[in-house]
């Protein structure tokens, strides 16, 4: 974790000078929301995203922007920012003293998304624009001015990571692609969240660098028809052509798929990480839908269905993200690996799968000449 950061370097150390409780985003980062500067993106237990202040548009109020993250930092030595209680990624440590660079940038700042995924705030949400349109209309605003600003003042780090997207679909934004390409040829590390449905022209016709781009793509199914009843169009194909595009322009894709009560069954599962292998081989990001932490049975099945079928086909597996992480005490890694290891001994097919796609005949020989019984730690 980066940790060189932010504006203001009066507040090294906590009282003793030994610590405060603090996070990364709250250090050094600067997101630019619908209507509003906040200090960070992340969203847990019905809150999160700090707001620094109202913004729709101008030259940016650094001393403003210290003065609020200052504030901040001082309730969250005593009970906690009402936004930042309970949050994960707040710790208490001695922090590097700050360098007055920002280091991560979120742009969140649009809502507009050419999908209708079931499981996004924009489409359940009371206060979401396709209810009440007016006030996300009146609050867009273009984030040129402020970034170009950001430059021009040597206000961003070298190891920078720019994070597009949490609100709408990045590449519908009115800079996407100026910015995007901007900060490519600053080797700036972006990660870009995006459905997938529209490609970026500088990297179809191979004009920008790839290398530092990060693309995680919530897909959600193994099947055209349940990519549409989960997302309202039929796209699931056209997603996974532009995947292979990126991999094969040099980026480095992440497949999410969120389990839900609609997409959790093995058939499906199965059928999503065979289209996975056919597709770049990217690696496979499992979480939950962030409304339900208190996951049923059937959901924990198939995260753990999720974990075997990925790890058997060869790919790189990972869980937790914005809904799991958020509920640390619920302790949803630790259900969906009991689940997972309760499966085990994988089906024969599954098994020879596996040693077919890793070629690991000789690893597995070698660890039971060890004496290991726990041989599947060694495929998983």
Not at 47 to 63: A, H, I, N, Q
Not at 234 to 260: C, M
Not at 337 to 366: D, T
Request: glycine share 8%.
């Amino acid at each position: 974790m980066n940790e060189t950061l932010h504006e203001n370097a009066s507040i090294a150390s906590g009282p003793s000078g030994d610590g405060y409780y603090s996070c990364r985003w709250l250090e050094g980062g600067l997101c630019f929301s619908i209507g509003a500067l906040r200090a960070c993106a992340e969203i847990h237990h019905g809150r999160g995203e700090p707001k620094l202040m109202d913004y729709s548009d101008g030259p940016l109020d650094f001393t403003a922007i210290r003065k609020a993250k200052d504030e901040i930092h001082g309730q969250n030595q005593h009970g906690g920012h009402p936004a930042c209680r309970g949050c994960p990624n707040l710790i208490f440590r001695r922090w590097p003293a700050r360098t007055g660079k920002f280091d991560w940038i979120g742009i969140t700042h649009d809502a507009r998304c050419n999908l209708e995924c079931n499981y996004c705030w924009l489409q359940w949400a009371d206060y979401a624009p396709r209810r009440n349109p007016v006030p996300y209309r009146d609050a867009r605003y273009s984030v040129l001015g402020p970034i170009r600003e950001l430059l021009t003042k040597d206000l961003l780090a070298n190891d920078t990571l720019i994070d597009w997207g949490g609100g709408g679909e990045p590449t519908l934004f009115d800079e996407f692609e100026e910015l995007l390409t901007e900060f490519s040829r600053r080797q700036y590390t972006q990660w870009l969240h995006t459905n997938g449905v529209r490609v970026p022209a500088a990297v179809v016709d191979e004009t920008m660098d790839c290398s530092n781009i990060h693309i995680l793509c919530s897909v959600d199914a193994g099947a055209a028809e349940t990519y549409k009843k989960m997302k309202k169009r039929d796209e699931y194909q056209t997603v996974w052509r532009n995947l292979l595009l990126y991999r094969r322009r040099g980026a480095h894709v992440v497949v999410k798929y969120i389990v839900t009560g609609e997409n959790c069954s093995s058939r499906e599962i199965r059928s999503f990480v065979q289209d996975a292998v056919r597709h770049g081989r990217p690696d496979i990001l499992a979480d939950i839908d962030h409304r339900y932490p208190d996951v049923d049975t059937a959901i924990l099945s198939g995260l753990a269905f999720m974990k075997l079928a990925t790890w058997s086909s060869g790919l790189d597996f990972a869980f937790g993200e914005t809904g799991s992480d958020s509920y640390p005490e619920k302790k949803i890694p630790l259900l969906v690996e009991k689940k997972f290891r309760s499966q085990w001994p994988a089906s024969l097919a599954e098994w020879s799968y596996r040693v077919r796609w890793k070629r690991r005949m000789g690893p597995l020989f070698r660890t039971l000449a060890n004496g290991s019984v726990r041989v599947y730690e060694h495929f998983f």
